[in-house]
T-cell receptor
Framework: KAGVTQTPRYLIKTRGQQVTLSCSPI?????VSWYQQTPGQGLQFLFE???????NKGNFPGRFSGRQFSNSRSEMNVSTLELGDSALYLC??????????????FGQGTRLTVV | GEDVEQSLFLSVREGDSSVINCTYT??????LYWYKQEPGAGLQLLTY?????DMKQDQRLTVLLNKKDKHLSLRIADTQTGDSAIYFC????????????FGTGTRLLVSP
């Protein structure tokens, strides 16, 4: 069974640009959550998508957005990039409902550098 | 509010036991987790415990939960150099959704 796949692994962008990151969850999982990891703030929850709907949202500005497709793949978008957006972006996959929804499995992450 | 705290650093010798501690504040947390992160990698789910349990053992890993003190610990028996990594404690506030609140992480260094 394939794990969680995030693409690309590395990105370098310029301030003011926008970026789109992709996450393919484990087959059969319907929930995808996104997290930002930085040395200063640690791991912070961005949002969760389930069945193409945003189900939960963290405390990030509106420049951070996401969506989920009917095949459960998810994308997150950051517009008007700032230097402080440089981080490792991790996505987590989970069933979304039921007893096994207690387990969240993470991808390798996308390392975004804003210059 | 939700807050999870961990000590920043732990150093042990190979073959010793390691104990990584975590305190959390949200009494509604239903599940508590331990994740491992190696350099340049994502998070690996090690184990988790339901809040109505005191202890869970999984091979070399033992999780202890003191719900009264909101204290969680991870014991790694016979620690190996391959266990060197950052360990994160996380709580699920129990909303039923996947919104994990992570601690700051404990860097474990295992020396030969």
């Amino acid at each position: 069974k394939a794990g969680v796949t995030q693409t690309p692994r590395y990105l370098i962008k310029t301030r003011g640009q926008q970026v789109t990151l992709s996450c393919s969850p484990i087959s059969g999982h319907r929930s995808v959550s996104w997290y930002q990891q930085t040395p200063g703030q640690g791991l912070q929850f961005l949002f969760e998508y389930f069945s193409e709907t945003q189900r939960n949202k963290g405390n990030f500005p509106g420049r951070f957005s996401g969506r989920q497709f009917s095949n459960s793949r998810s994308e997150m978008n950051v517009s008007t990039l700032e230097l402080g957006d440089s981080a490792l972006y991790l996505c987590a996959s989970s069933p979304g409902t039921g007893r096994l929804n207690t387990e969240a499995f993470f991808g390798q992450g996308t390392r975004l550098t804003v210059v | 509010g939700e807050d999870v705290e961990q000590s920043l650093f732990l150093s042990v010798r190979e073959g010793d036991s390691s104990v990584i501690n975590c305190t959390y504040t949200d009494s509604s947390s239903t599940y508590l987790y331990w994740y491992k992160q190696e350099p340049g990698a994502g998070l690996q789910l090690l184990t988790y415990i339901f809040s109505n349990m005191d202890m869970k053992q999984d091979q070399r890993l033992t999780v202890l939960l003191n719900k009264k003190d909101k204290h969680l610990s991870l014991r790694i028996a016979d620690t190996q150099t391959g266990d060197s990594a950052i360990y994160f404690c996380a709580e699920n506030p129990g909303t039923g959704f996947q919104k994990l609140v992570f601690g700051t992480g404990t860097r474990l260094l295992v020396s030969p």
